[in-house]
């Protein structure tokens, strides 16, 4: 199923799920005019479906003391279908790795990397990411502002 599949009441929901992930069935029924049996089928259907991967809350980074974010570029030494599913594996593994995305380009790998201040981060790249077999090459950096962060989608 793909979004042609989907009709206007079913994008309207993830519309509205996107933004606010905390909506009842009952506060989207009363959005879209819809009967709430109607909106929580639907609502199971787009999670069955895949459309809706998992429901979670945002948090202000800074307030759980992770205020520095790096994007690391990550080039490795081999290629081999292993080493890339080994890199993926283990890098996966550490909790200061909020996203790990396979690239073209330049550079195998960027990851978008969450910590404390500049002493972790350091910490983390010297004693997590160094350590990692076939890394040939670490560039990073470090986000000065964010003046925009979205989650949603446009539908």
Known sequence: MTQGDL????????????HDASLTNKEIALELHKSIATIHERVRRLKDQGYIKRIVAILDRKKIDRSLIAFSHVLLREHTASTLIEFETEVSKFPEVMECLQMTGANDFILRI????????????????????????VQSYFVLS???????YPL
């Open 146 to 152: 964010e003046p925009k962060s979205e989650t949603a």
């Open 114 to 137: 969450a910590t404390r201040d500049m002493d972790a981060y350091h910490e983390f790249l010297r004693n997590k990411l160094a350590t990692l077999p076939n890394i040939t090459t």
């Open 7 to 18: 009709d206007q009441v079913d994008i309207e929901i993830l519309k509205l799920l996107q």
